[in-house]
């Protein structure tokens, strides 16, 4: 069973659209992220939950809406997004404060286009 | 802020040896992950150093040195399914992870 799965893969919206992505994992962590990853750049951070609370929101603009309902899911709610903000969105998850690495696990992403 | 430095593309020939070299200035540090990324594909977790010295993990071994902010990946007996990217990255508090731009590595036959 994959550990971190996302949907869509792949996704086309206007402007004016309202989409969300979803991410999911069932490796039992505590600790979920969004990142976006644009081509020949490095991961940008986007937002940290912890157990369900948001812990770090990197100055993302506000037109990107994250949502943890519970440890396991969470969205990324778009709406009136811009050109700029084609890339791939990858979801990753960690248990953090176990005393081990905390090593990041990664989903296969959603390759977003914005037209 | 932090700066986190790698090596844009590297080619190398089916079972050679590629050396990849990551380069950090960061505002803490917490361990320093090497991750795979093939193309359109999840990155996934290679090595972990947090202490100097080498680790090694059969064909792959990760190098840190703190005190000169370095790291190598080392590839050894190169496959074609070795190319990929090949993304550094850098643990500078509770969760946070601040990744290089990645190397990507291609092998030829």
């Known amino acids: 069973e994959t550990g971190v799965t996302q949907t869509p893969r792949h996704l086309v919206m206007g402007m004016t659209n309202k989409k969300s992505l979803k991410c999911e994992q069932h490796?039992?962590?505590?600790?979920m992220y969004w990142y976006k990853q644009s081509a020949k750049k490095p991961l940008e951070l986007m937002f940290v939950?912890?157990?369900?609370?948001?812990?770090e929101n990197n100055s993302v603009p506000s037109r990107f809406s994250p949502e943890c309902p519970n440890s396991s899911h969470l969205f990324l709610h778009l709406h009136t997004l811009q050109p700029e903000d084609s890339a791939l969105y990858l979801c990753?998850?960690?248990?953090?404060?176990?005393?081990?690495?905390?090593?990041?696990?990664f989903g296969p992403g959603t390759r977003l286009t914005v037209l | 802020g932090q700066n986190i430095d790698q090596p844009t593309e590297m080619t190398a020939t089916e079972g050679a040896i590629v050396q990849i070299n990551c380069t950090y200035q960061t505002s803490g540090f917490n361990g320093l992950f090497w991750y795979q990324q093939h193309a359109g594909e999840a990155p996934t977790f290679l090595s972990y150093n947090v202490l100097d010295g080498l680790e090694e993990k059969g064909r792959f071994s990760s190098f840190l040195s703190r005190s000169k902010g370095y790291s190598y990946l080392l590839l050894k007996e190169l496959q074609m399914k070795d190319s990929a990217s090949y993304l550094c990255?850098?643990?500078?508090?509770?969760?946070?992870?601040?990744f290089g731009a990645g190397t990507t590595v291609t092998v030829r036959a």
């Open positions: 490796l039992g962590h505590n600790a």
């Open positions: 939950y912890n157990f369900k609370e948001q812990t």
């Open positions: 990255a850098v643990r500078d508090g509770d969760y946070k992870l601040s």
């Open positions: 990753a998850s960690s248990q953090e404060g176990s005393g081990g690495v905390d090593t990041q696990y």
